[in-house]
T-cell receptor, first 116, second 113 residues
């Protein structure tokens, strides 16, 4: 169990560029979540996968955002045409379906995005 | 929609002082309640949880009781240490639906020797 990993840890980009983040969940965790955290705030839910199926998307996830989990293992989050308001910490978490409603979500260290 | 409100920080205490961080929630049905902690330079970690009314979650000397009548889940510790300095987040998982977490804004705790 090596924990949830996220890459890159930091990303600086210019407004209008596309960026992609990767999340590797704990092996055999079939649930995967993306959250966004801005300075001084708690994380906000973006989207949720169970295996490869994307089952819920927040209204925060505009059409510039897309997330995939093609083989039910790692996941990517892409932001197209970045805006300064996209600057935030992007967090990934994973959990096991077997945990039911008492499941614990394990968080990765996050990817900090700065859009100039 | 469901939401969590927690006391604003920072909270500054001397070592061995008593800690309370208030958390109240708005939710339908019977949400599960959590406290997560974020130590400097580290990721979010689950501190404790409670899944039904009157349950008490506890871990590392921290406790919180699920009070449905007051819709509260206050975090307490009898004697804080410098190593408890961190940001504490109260969160809930809505009743029914998928297990997404809804977080409060976080409370920064600073403990001085």
């Amino acid at each position: 169990d090596t924990g949830v990993s996220q890459n890159p840890r930091h990303k600086i980009t210019k407004r209008g560029q596309n960026v992609t983040f990767r999340c590797d969940p704990i092996s055999e965790h079939n649930r995967l979540y993306w959250y966004r955290q801005t300075l001084g705030q708690g994380p906000e839910f973006l989207t949720y996968f169970q295996n490869e199926a994307q089952l819920e998307k927040s209204r925060l996830l505009s059409d510039r955002f897309s997330a995939e989990r093609p083989k039910g293992s790692f996941s990517t989050l892409e932001i197209q045409r970045t805006e300064q308001g996209d600057s935030a910490m992007y967090l990934c978490a994973s959990s096991s379906l077997a945990g039911g409603t008492q499941e614990t979500q394990y968080f990765g260290p996050g990817t900090r995005l700065l859009v100039l | 929609g469901d939401s969590v409100t927690q006391m604003e920080g920072p909270v500054t205490l001397s070592e061995e002082a008593f800690l309370t961080i208030n958390c109240t929630y708005t939710a339908t049905g019977y949400p599960s309640l959590f406290w997560y902690v974020q130590y400097p330079g580290e990721g979010l970690q689950l501190l404790l949880k409670a899944t039904k009314a009157d349950d008490k979650g506890s871990n590392k000397g921290f406790e919180a009781t699920y009070r449905k009548e007051t819709t509260s889940f206050h975090l307490e510790k009898g004697s804080v240490q410098v190593s408890d300095s961190a940001v504490y987040f109260c969160a809930l998982v809505p009743w029914g639906g998928y297990n997404k977490l809804i977080f409060g804004a976080g409370t920064r705790l600073a403990v001085h020797p």
